[in-house]
């Protein structure tokens, strides 16, 4: 019937603990875009409404929908959306070229090892200080005790990864002694990262 208004004021409406507040999100946001309020969909609903099983996806979905907004402003909005998680938006940074943001959300909170080996192994040419980043967070994740059944190939592929990278910047012998200062200060567990990459650092035997 046309009536926008009174649409959003019913589903609203509808908000109890029995009632899914992304469905309701999603409903009023399909409503103010099909009424062609895009500036009001995405001021009221935008990063709420197109959560999906990934970080990246609710990032390329509500890009998709809201072309007229610039990447940075929606990673900005959706990372205040899940405080404490700004690491698992590494991702969707990167995929939308936003480098500097991805390398500053990953070293905020925890992020998967194995995303930021593949973004040193896949940036490392053209790239490489980007990649040089990632692969000394990952290590430093590593270090830190994060990451599913990691294995000593993960160790092993972090390290290569970065030292690719760091040899195509021209910057491998600083960028090893940074590993090397950053695998020393490993406090976890049994020192897992130490075990594998102790030698090939120089560190002496135990």
């Known amino acids: 019937m046309g009536k926008t208004d009174e649409a959003i004021g ?4 509808c908000r109890s603990p ?6 309701i999100d999603g409903l009023c946001e399909e409503i103010l875009l099909s009424a062609k309020q895009p500036d009001e969909a995405y001021a009221r609903y935008g ?5 999906t ?3 990246l996806a609710t990032f390329r979905s509500v890009a998709r ?8 402003e929606i990673l900005d909005d959706l990372v205040k959306t ?5 690491g698992k938006w590494f991702a969707a940074a990167k995929d939308a ?3 500097d943001e991805a390398i500053a959300l990953a070293s905020r909170t925890p992020c998967d090892p194995r995303t930021l080996i593949r973004a040193a192994r896949d940036h490392a040419e053209r790239n490489p200080a980007f990649a040089v980043g990632a692969g000394l967070l990952a290590l430093y994740w590593l270090t830190e005790g994060y990451g599913y059944e990691i294995t000593g190939a993960d160790v092993w592929a972090a390290y290569g990864e970065t030292m690719k990278a760091a040899e195509q910047q021209g910057s491998a012998a600083e960028t090893r002694q940074r590993i090397r200062t950053m695998v020393a200060g ?3 567990g049994e020192r897992f990262v130490t075990r594998i990459l102790g030698r090939e650092l120089g560190f002496p035997k135990p």
Do not use: V
């Open 10 to 13: 019913y589903a609203e409406s």
């Open 18 to 23: 029995w009632a899914s507040d992304l469905d």
């Open 47 to 51: 990063p709420r409404a197109s959560r």
């Open 53 to 55: 099983g990934t970080h």
């Open 65 to 72: 929908k809201y072309p007229d907004r610039g990447a940075a």
């Open 82 to 86: 899940t405080p404490g998680e700004e």
């Open 97 to 99: 070229g936003l480098y």
């Open 186 to 188: 490993e406090t976890i």
